[in-house]
């Protein structure tokens, strides 16, 4: 029937090898941030436990900034999550352009039911999938700070208590 041409098994092959190197990119950068998150909260810690530590440094101090840097390690990997997401959008949407093209070369009508089956269902994937990434984003960054600011709230109330 169709056999793949050599022309389209290797544009295939790059459009995976793409896929890979993007793959690998997005998990080099995610590990990044959360390593230099992770060394931030053990390098404060150290310093509070340390003698070297002036004493004006208070232990809430340290308290306040792990509990920033905990919620951007939860942040970081959100983003890691939500650019993973990103790439497998990217190649669905590779692979279901490919079908469509199979598809009409195929058929060769517009009004060919599969092909709108294939269009809609493309189109639904779409629309969830970037509102899936957008409530991520959206959810982590609200949660991040909403921690951040309960820390605060109740350390402001405990001082006019003392």
């Known amino acids: 029937m169709n056999s793949p041409t050599t022309a ?3 544009t ?4 995976h090898l ?13 590990l990044e941030r959360i390593v230099s ?3 931030d909260g053990c390098r404060d810690w150290l310093k509070a436990v340390s003698r070297e530590s002036e004493p004006t440094d208070r232990l809430e101090s340290h308290l306040d900034h792990s509990l920033q840097l905990s919620c951007a390690l939860f942040v970081a990997q959100v983003s890691a999550f939500t650019d993973a997401m990103q790439i497998m959008e990217k190649a669905i949407a590779d692979q279901h352009r490919q079908m469509l093209g199979r598809l009409g070369a195929q058929m060769g009508t517009a009004e060919n039911p599969f092909k709108q089956a294939l269009c809609v269902s493309g189109c639904s994937y779409d629309a969830v999938s970037k509102a899936t990434r957008q409530v991520a984003n ?10 951040v600011s309960a820390f605060q709230q109740a350390r402001d109330k405990m001082a006019e208590s003392v």
């Not at 793409?18 to 995610?30: G, K, N, T």
Request: aromatic share 10%; hydrophobic share 50%; glycine share 0%.
């Open 8 to 10: 389209s098994a290797v």
């Open 12 to 15: 295939e092959l790059e459009q």
């Open 18 to 30: 793409d896929l890979l190197s993007q793959s690998a990119d997005v998990a080099s950068r995610s």
């Open 37 to 39: 998150t992770q060394f």
């Open 138 to 147: 959206f959810a982590s960054n609200r949660f991040a700070a909403a921690a």
